[in-house]
């Protein structure tokens, strides 16, 4: 029987996993899931750990008021205000998107430069200026919000156990940054869905999940690995024509709560 078996938020895009037993869906995946980003301050252009590793050090947890609350170490932790309605707009680039998004003002930004090192801006995303995922994938109103390209990734633990033996040690889920975990199927098995039901709540799979670098850096230590692996292994046995795949992005059909233990029913 297939089943979830873990569930993980990034409140901040390429900011630390937040490990979850239960969590609500809103039209942009679960709640709460990268709806922060960071920006260099004068291009306006996101910020991630392929650029600065030590950003996987870095934890941006939801807080009690409804905002944010950033430590690292060395940092004093910082409470950050959900941006209100007359927060300024600042214009960002994500990939190919470009849009103008609240800023969280000035002591955030303080904060996140002295972590990053050079002028750096903290930003959210409220569910009416989410981007469109990518055409071609998915339907029209299909909405993201500074996920790459879609709400939610999905792998299959056994995949990774596929992986980590041909490897000869075991990589941790982390470093491909799941939403949700499924247990009970075969390596690989994910690729073949197209549809699938968790608790009340349908998913639609849209696309598999290129990987990148990003899989080499250690979760924990925000070190490289210095053999490139788990990213190495994975180009011998699963590229194709757009790079190497682990894992599907999903789009949720609808809202509900998920929790870790539900059983997942393969539809098509």
Request: overall charge neutral; glycine content about 10%.
């Amino acid at each position: 029987m297939l089943r979830l078996s873990a569930l993980y938020r990034y409140p901040l895009k390429s900011g630390k996993a937040e490990p979850l037993q239960q969590i609500g869906l809103d039209k942009l995946g679960l709640d709460g899931d990268r709806r922060w980003m960071l920006v260099d301050e004068a291009s306006g252009r996101f910020l991630t750990q392929r650029a600065v590793a030590k950003m996987s050090q870095l934890s941006a947890l939801w807080n009690s008021a409804g905002g944010l609350t950033l430590s690292a170490p060395g940092h004093a932790p910082l409470d950050v205000a959900l941006p209100g309605s007359e927060a300024e707009l600042r214009g960002v680039t994500i990939w190919r998107d470009t849009l103008r998004v609240p800023d969280a003002g000035g002591a955030a930004a303080a904060w996140v430069s002295a972590f990053i090192g050079k002028p750096t801006r903290l930003v959210q995303i409220p569910l009416e200026r989410a981007r469109s995922t990518e055409a071609g994938f998915g339907k029209d109103d299909d909405k993201v919000g500074f996920a790459d390209g879609y709400p939610l990734l999905l792998i299959g633990q056994a995949s990774l156990d596929d992986l980590s033996a041909r490897i000869g040690r075991p990589m941790e889920m982390l470093r491909f940054r799941p939403n949700l975990v499924i247990e009970g199927g075969d390596a690989f098995a994910e690729d073949g869905w197209k549809r699938l039901r968790i608790g009340d709540v349908e998913f639609r799979v849209v696309k598999a999940c290129s990987r990148c670098i990003l899989t080499t850096i250690d979760p924990q230590t925000g070190e490289r690995s210095a053999d490139r692996e788990p990213f190495a292994t994975l180009d011998t046995y699963r590229k194709t024509e757009n790079g190497a795949m682990f894992g599907q992005n999903l789009v949720n059909d609808g809202v509900g709560r998920l929790e870790v233990g539900m059983p997942v029913t393969v539809l098509e």
